[in-house]
C-alpha cells in the first residue's frame, strides 16, 4: 500500500478506515446508478444512457484533490466525480436520465442535455456571477469527442492570468490563480486533433492543466490499435515531458484499479499544476467497462472471452473492494450489507426521481382530459373526440408531446363549432404553450440585465476639428481605451501580440499592457477559441482573434457545438460572453474571400454576428459587448483598415448598438439591403442608378443575429414596394437568411409589387485577382443591371431592355 505521506500522516487508522469506506460507499452508489440506469432505459423510461461504470476509483481519487475554485471539463464518464464533490445526487443523476425539465431538479442543463453531461452553476437565477472560488465548478460538458479539450485550455490559462496580471478584481474568480483546470477524456478521442492541439497549446503556456486519459482499450466498438501509435497514449507523449532543460508536462501513468497509487499520483499531479503552474496529463490504464459503451448496444459484440474476464476481474471497484478486505479495512460481510443498503438507496432514490419527473406531467394530463371531454360532451364529433381522450388517459405515464397533441387534434374537429368549451380548450392549449415552450427553448441568448440587445446606442462624437485617420487607428485607439478601462479584457490570435496584429489595429499596445494581454497565439484556431471560451466562463473578457475569415472554419466546430450553446445547455447557468474579432469580405481568391456567411450564420445560433461597415461601427460593437454578457462575432472588412474615417471624439464609450439597422441612403423605387463591404458597390451601382432615373434605398445591416429588431426593412419595403438583397456569399446563404427575415419575419410580401430579389456570389468559391473577383462576386455592374431588371419589368417603357 503507497499513501502519500503528506497527506496522511496526520491521520489515524481509524480515520484513514473511515475515509476507504465512504469512498467505497460512493464507488458503488455510482455503479448502483449505472446499472439502473440502463434498466431504466432498456425498460422504456429513458431514451439513451450513457453511464460511469468501471471508472468510479480514479475519479474519487480525483475528488480529493480537487479544491475550491478549481474547474473540471470532461466528458460523459465522470458521474462518479460530480458525487464525489457533492454535485449529484442519485436524485439528480435519475432526473438527468428522464429529461427532467426542472432546473431545480435537474441542475445539469434543465433536461436538454442527455444524462451524463455535466456542469455547475456559475451563475444566479438573475445572471450574476456567483463567487466560484467558494464551489467546485465544472463547465457544461457537450458530447463531441474532444470537444471538450480547447476549453479546458482556457479555464487553466485563466489561473495564470489571474496570478500574473494586475488590477483585476479576483474576488468571485480566484485566489492568486491557484486554481487548476482539469480535464478528462477517454484514450479514443485521443485521436481528434482537438486533443493534441490542446496538448501542445498548453505546453507551449505553461498553464495549470491536469488531463486525465481514462484508458479502456477501447472507443465503442474500435481497439486501440485502431486509435493510437503504439497503442499508449502517454508512450507517444513522452516527448513533452520537461526536463532541466525545457518547459513541458508532468506525465504520470497510474493503474485505474488502485487506489492507493491513485490517490497518491493525483495529490503529486495537483501540486506540481497548483504551485508551479505546470500542465499534467495522467493516463490512467486498465480502465474497464462493465456494461459497454452506452444502452445502444453490447460490448460482447466485440469483445472476446478472454478481455471479458479479464474486465470482470480489473473492475475497479471489485479491486478496491478485494484491497480493503486485504488490508482490513473491512470484512466481506460488512461490505455485503454495505452494498445491500446502497442498492436500496439508489432504488429509492430511482424512484423519487422518477415520481418527480411524472407528478406535473401527470396533473397537465389531467388538465387537458377534462377541458377535452367537455367539448367531447358538447360537441356533433363526440365519438371522435371520446376515442382521443381514451387513448391520452390510457396513458398511464404520458409525455408532453401525447398530452399536446391530443389537444390540438380535438380543435380539428370542432373546427366550425362554437361553444364556451371549445374556447376553454383554445385558451388552455395556448397557455400550455406558452408555459412549456420555455422549458425547450429559452436561454439561447442571455436573458439577464446585461443582454447586448439592451445596450442603448451612444453615437460617435466629432470635436471641430475632423482629422481624418486611417480606420485600423480608430480601432487601436478603442482597443486602447477598452483595456484601459477593463483590467480583465485581453486579446490573443496569430501576429496580434509583437505586430499588433496584420493590420495594425493593435498597435502598440502589447508593450503598453503586456505579453498576457496582448498576446501572440499559435496557429491553431480551435484552441484559440477554446482559449476564449474558458477565460470568459471564469470572468476575463477575452478578445480571441482569428486572422481571416475564412480560418474561422478550424474554429466553427467549437463555435458551434461549444461557445453558442454555453447558455442554452446550462439554461443560463453558465455564459462565457467571448468576444471573437475577425476580419473578411471583399478579398480576392479560393482561400481569402471571406464571405461564408450563410454557413456560420445557420452554424452559430446563439452567438451574435455583427458585420460593421466601418471601423467606427466595429469600436463601437466591441465597447457595446464588454457591457454586456454574450457571445459575439465581429467581421471587419478587409478593405476598410486604410480607408480614411473621422476620428470621434468619443473612442472608447460610443456603442453601435445590436440588431439595429441603418438606412444609408434615402430612395423611393427599390430596398437594397447589404452589410460589410459589398456596400461600398451598392452606393456605387445606386449612383450610376440614379443617373438613369433610378432612386434605390439602400440599408446596412450590420448585425446579422440579432437581426433588424425594429423591424425597419419592412418599413422601408412599404414605402418602395421592392426588395433586393446584394451579398457576396453564395446564393441560398446569408442572402437566403436575410430575404426569409424579411418575408417570413417582417411580412413584407404584403407590399411587395416586384419579385424579391436576392444577387448573390457564384456557387463556386471566388477565383483569384481582380478579374476573379469581377467574374465571382456580384460586381457593380451585375448590381446596376439586376435592379434595372427589376425596374424594366415593372416599367418597361421608362426601363427599356438593357440586353
Ligand atoms: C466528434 C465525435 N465523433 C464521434 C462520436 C460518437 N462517439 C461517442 S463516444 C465515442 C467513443 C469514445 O471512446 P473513448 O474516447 O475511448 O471514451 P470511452 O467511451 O471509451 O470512455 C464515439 C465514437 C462523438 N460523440 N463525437
Ligand atoms: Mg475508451
Not at 444512457?49 to 466528458?75: C, H, L, M, T
Not at 466498438?221 to 513541458?248: C, M, P, W, Y
Not at 509583437?498 to 503598453?512: A, F
Not at 443560463?572 to 460572453?577: E, I, N
Request: overall charge negative.
Amino acid at each position: 500500500m503507497k499513501i502519500n505521506p503528506n497527506t496522511k500522516t496526520e491521520i489515524t487508522f481509524e480515520d484513514f478506515k473511515t475515509e476507504v469506506i465512504s469512498d467505497y460507499k460512493l464507488a458503488v452508489t455510482s455503479r448502483e446508478c449505472s446499472l439502473l440506469g440502463r434498466r431504466e432505459v432498456l425498460t422504456g423510461k429513458a431514451k439513451f444512457g450513457i453511464f460511469g461504470d468501471g471508472k468510479e476509483v480514479p475519479q474519487i481519487a480525483w475528488a480529493k484533490a480537487f479544491n475550491n475554485g478549481d474547474f473540471r471539463s470532461g466528458y460523459y464518464r465522470d458521474q462518479t466525480f460530480m458525487m464525489a464533490i457533492g454535485q449529484l445526487t442519485i436524485e439528480q443523476f435519475f432526473a438527468g436520465l428522464y429529461a427532467n425539465t426542472d432546473l431545480k431538479e435537474e441542475p445539469m442543463s434543465a433536461g436538454r442535455q442527455m444524462g451524463g453531461h455535466f456542469a455547475t452553476h456559475s451563475l444566479d437565477e438573475n445572471g450574476n456571477w456567483k463567487n466560484l472560488t467558494e464551489q467546485k465548478n465544472s463547465s457544461a460538458d457537450i458530447s463531441p469527442t474532444a470537444g471538450q479539450m480547447p476549453r479546458l485550455l482556457g479555464l487553466a490559462q485563466a489561473s495564470k492570468i489571474y496570478r500574473n496580471v494586475e488590477g483585476i478584481d479576483t474576488t468571485n474568480f480566484s485566489k492568486e490563480g491557484n486554481e487548476i483546470a482539469w480535464g478528462t477524456i477517454g484514450n479514443a478521442s485521443t485521436s481528434e486533433g482537438l486533443f493534441f492541439e490542446t496538448i501542445n497549446a498548453a505546453g507551449v503556456l505553461q498553464v495549470p492543466m491536469v488531463i486525465s486519459v481514462w484508458d479502456d482499450e477501447y472507443g465503442i466498438s474500435v481497439h486501440a490499435k485502431h486509435q493510437t501509435t503504439k497503442e499508449n497514449i502517454s508512450e507517444i507523449l513522452k516527448g513533452f515531458q520537461r526536463d532541466d532543460n525545457s518547459n513541458g508536462y508532468e506525465i504520470f501513468r497510474v493503474n485505474g484499479w488502485n487506489y492507493a497509487e491513485l490517490i497518491d499520483t493525483y495529490q503529486r499531479a495537483a501540486k506540481v499544476a497548483r504551485k508551479e503552474h505546470v500542465p499534467v496529463m495522467i493516463h490512467v490504464q486498465e480502465l474497464t467497462q462493465p456494461q459497454g459503451h452506452s444502452t445502444s448496444g453490447s460490448h460482447e459484440r466485440y469483445k472476446n472471452e478472454e478481455r471479458l474476464a479479464w474486465e470482470a476481474e480489473y473492475d475497479c471497484n471489485a479491486q478496491m473492494r478485494q484491497w480493503m478486505i486485504d488490508n482490513n479495512i473491512a470484512t466481506d460481510e460488512e461490505l455485503v450489507a454495505i452494498e445491500k443498503d446502497i442498492k436500496k438507496a439508489v432504488r429509492d432514490g430511482k424512484k423519487a426521481a422518477w415520481s418527480s419527473f411524472i407528478n406535473p406531467i401527470k396533473e397537465e394530463k389531467q388538465e387537458a382530459l377534462s377541458l377535452i371531454e367537455s367539448v367531447a360532451n358538447t360537441s356533433a364529433n363526440s365519438v371522435f373526440i371520446s376515442k382521443l381522450k381514451n387513448d391520452l388517459e390510457a396513458i398511464d405515464e404520458p409525455l408532453r408531446k401525447d398530452i399536446l397533441s391530443t389537444a390540438r387534434k380535438t380543435l380539428r374537429y370542432v373546427v366550425s363549432e362554437n361553444s364556451n368549451e371549445k374556447l376553454a380548450l383554445q385558451n388552455w392549449i395556448n397557455s400550455y404553450i406558452e408555459k412549456i415552450q420555455p422549458k425547450y427553448s429559452s436561454h439561447l441568448y442571455s436573458e439577464s440585465k446585461h443582454k447586448a440587445e439592451f445596450q442603448k446606442e451612444i453615437l460617435p462624437t466629432y470635436n471641430g476639428d475632423t482629422t481624418e485617420v486611417d480606420g485600423r487607428v480608430i480601432l487601436r485607439d478603442n482597443f486602447e481605451a477598452i483595456f484601459n478601462k477593463y483590467p480583465e479584457a485581453l486579446v490573443f490570435g496569430e501576429d496580434a501580440g509583437h505586430i499588433g496584429d496584420v493590420n495594425q489595429g493593435l498597435e502598440g499596445l502589447q508593450e503598453k499592457f503586456g505579453e498576457l494581454r496582448v498576446s501572440d497565439a499559435g496557429i491553431r484556431e480551435a484552441t484559440i477559441l477554446g482559449q476564449g471560451i474558458g477565460m470568459a466562463m471564469r470572468g476575463l473578457r477575452p478578445i480571441a482573434e482569428i486572422q481571416y475569415l475564412d480560418y474561422i472554419l478550424y474554429a466553427l466546430q467549437i463555435m458551434s457545438d461549444d461557445l453558442a450553446t454555453v447558455q442554452y445547455r446550462t439554461k443560463g447557468r453558465q455564459k462565457a460572453p467571448l468576444i471573437v474579432r475577425t476580419r473578411g469580405h471583399r478579398l480576392e481568391g479560393i482561400w481569402h474571400s471571406g464571405s461564408q456567411m450563410g454557413g456560420i450564420l445557420n452554424l452559430i445560433r446563439g452567438i451574435h454576428v455583427l458585420v460593421p461597415r466601418n471601423m467606427t461601427k466595429a469600436a463601437g460593437f466591441y465597447n457595446t459587448l464588454l457591457e454586456s454578457d454574450e457571445p459575439a462575432l465581429i467581421v471587419e472588412c478587409l478593405n476598410g483598415y486604410r480607408l480614411k474615417e473621422k476620428m470621434p471624439s468619443n473612442i472608447g464609450e460610443f456603442k453601435t448598438p445590436i440588431g439595429v439597422v441603418e438606412t444609408i441612403k434615402q430612395g423611393e423605387d427599390i430596398t437594397l439591403v447589404s452589410y460589410g463591404s459589398t456596400l461600398r458597390l451598392v452606393e456605387q451601382a445606386a449612383k450610376e442608378l440614379q443617373e438613369v432615373g433610378i432612386d434605390a434605398e439602400i440599408i446596412d445591416v450590420q448585425s446579422l443575429l440579432p437581426f433588424d429588431l425594429d423591424h425597419d426593412i419592412v418599413k422601408s419595403v412599404a414605402k418602395t414596394n421592392r426588395v433586393m438583397v446584394i451579398d457576396e456569399d453564395v446564393k441560398g446563404g446569408a442572402s437566403a437568411y436575410i430575404l426569409d427575415q424579411i418575408l417570413n419575419e417582417q411580412n413584407a410580401f404584403q407590399y411587395l409589387d416586384s419579385q424579391p430579389k436576392t444577387l448573390a456570389a457564384k456557387p463556386h468559391r471566388p477565383a483569384y485577382g481582380t478579374d476573379g473577383d469581377y467574374f465571382s462576386k456580384p460586381s457593380v455592374e451585375d448590381i446596376f443591371e439586376a435592379v434595372y431588371d427589376v425596374m424594366h419589368e415593372a416599367n418597361p417603357s421608362d426601363f427599356p431592355k438593357l440586353r
